[in-house]
Structure formats: C-alpha cells, structure tokens
C-alpha cells in the first residue's frame, strides 16, 4: 500500500470517525469504537467489530475475547502495549435477544463502508505486520475470498503491500464445544501467534524481549 506520510493522522481520524454515518450501525451502537494503540507500533492486530462490552467501554478487546487474546498475547510473548488494535468494523452489530445484545456479524456493505477507516489506519500506522483476528477481519484485508482455514499462521504478503497473518477469532475458541476442544484451538491460536512474533522478528519489527511463551492453558 503506499502510505501517505500528509494522510490524516490516527488522532484525527478518530475524531472522523466519530462521526461516521455511513451506513446504518451507528444507529444503534452507543458509540464508535477506534483503534487503540502506539502509533509507533509495528504491529496491528484485526478483529472483527467491537462487541457489547467495547461498545459500552469505546475501547476493542475488552471484553471475553479481549480477555482470551490478552492471554494468547501473553502466551505467545507478545506484548499488548506494542500492539495497535483495532476492527475491521467500528460500529457494534446487535440483535437483541432478551434483555441481552446478540453480535452479529457485519455484512460486506458494512465491512466496505468502514473500510477507509481501516486503509486509513493502516497508512498512518505504517505497520510492519497485520495479524488478522478471523475470517472479518482476513476478508478486509485480502478480500471475500480469502479462507483463514486455508491460509492461517503463514506470513503472507498482503494486496495493500503490508504482511499480514490470518489467524482464527478468539472468540471462536470461546466455542469451541468442550474444554478439550477449546484446549486444542487456543493452543492452534497460540502457535500462530508465536508464528506471527517469528515474522515480526524476521522484518524487523519485534519490540521488547519477550517474556518467552507461557503456558497456561486454554479458555477459562
Ligand atoms: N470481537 C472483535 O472482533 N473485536 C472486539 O473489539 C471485541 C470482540
């Protein structure tokens, strides 16, 4: 992708975003949900929209996949603190179902509307590594056809000239249908974390030393 260094910076394009109307999900999210992070990051972690949690907090990841990730994070010996975090959505999708806010998943009218807040982000950013969080966030990056399945833990080049690494949702590890089952797929989770950590380090850009992984198991 080229970067444009006279591109709003993230600041400013969170207080654009703020605003943002450009398709119906502002409506009935209580607020837009930015990216956080250092702008001096190298590394820019994907996920998909902000769920109930982020979207009372106005903060991604804060809530029980936010909490798995920390830990895969950990585990992995990546640092939260060197990572800028974000969604390909910015507005929380619900429906309601009792007194509860069920997440949906965004359309593609609603990934591509929120798309230049992404691209945005990218270009003031100018990470070294995308670490996509699921199929959402793996689509915005390489398009509809792309299959996480197919393609995760592996450093590919990317179609906006970024690498990038796809890897599952945590909140898929959440459900997973038994413990030894979420086990196994927060283990997978962390493998292509330590993998994406291996790639930072191969372009340059891995931070403080890590800790090295740790392993402290699975979604509790
Ligand atoms: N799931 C996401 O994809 N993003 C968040 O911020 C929270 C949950």
Avoid at 4 to 15: K, V, W
Avoid at 30 to 43: E, R
Avoid at 96 to 105: C, Q
Avoid at 212 to 218: I, L, S, Y
Wanted: net charge positive; aromatic share 4%; hydrophobic share 40%.
């Amino acid at each position: 992708m080229s970067t444009d260094s006279n591109g709003p910076t993230l600041e400013q394009l969170r207080e654009q975003a703020r605003h943002c109307t450009a398709c119906p999900l502002y409506q009935h999210a209580t607020q837009t949900v930015f990216g956080v992070g250092s702008a001096s990051s190298h590394v820019m972690l994907i996920g998909e929209t902000p769920g109930d949690r982020e979207d009372i907090e106005g903060l991604p990841f804060v809530g029980p996949a936010g909490a798995l990730l920390d830990r895969a994070l950990c585990d992995a010996g990546i640092d939260r603190r060197d990572c800028y975090v974000t969604n390909a959505v910015k507005h929380f999708k619900w429906e309601p179902r009792g007194e509860r806010r069920l997440h949906k998943t965004p359309a593609q009218r609603e990934m591509s509307a929120c798309r230049r807040w992404l691209l945005g982000e990218i270009a003031a950013l100018h990470p070294r590594l995308l670490i996509c969080l699921g199929a959402t966030a793996a689509q915005a990056i390489f398009g509809p056809s792309f299959r996480v399945t197919r393609a995760r833990g592996q450093l590919l080049d990317s179609p906006l000239g970024v690498h990038a690494i796809a890897t599952v949702h945590p909140s898929a590890v959440l459900r997973g249908p038994s413990p030894e089952e979420r086990e196994r797929s927060y283990q997978a989770f962390v493998a292509d974390l330590v993998s994406a950590r291996a790639a930072l380090m191969s372009l340059g850009g891995a931070r403080r030393a890590p800790a090295g992984p740790r392993t402290r198991g699975a979604a509790r």
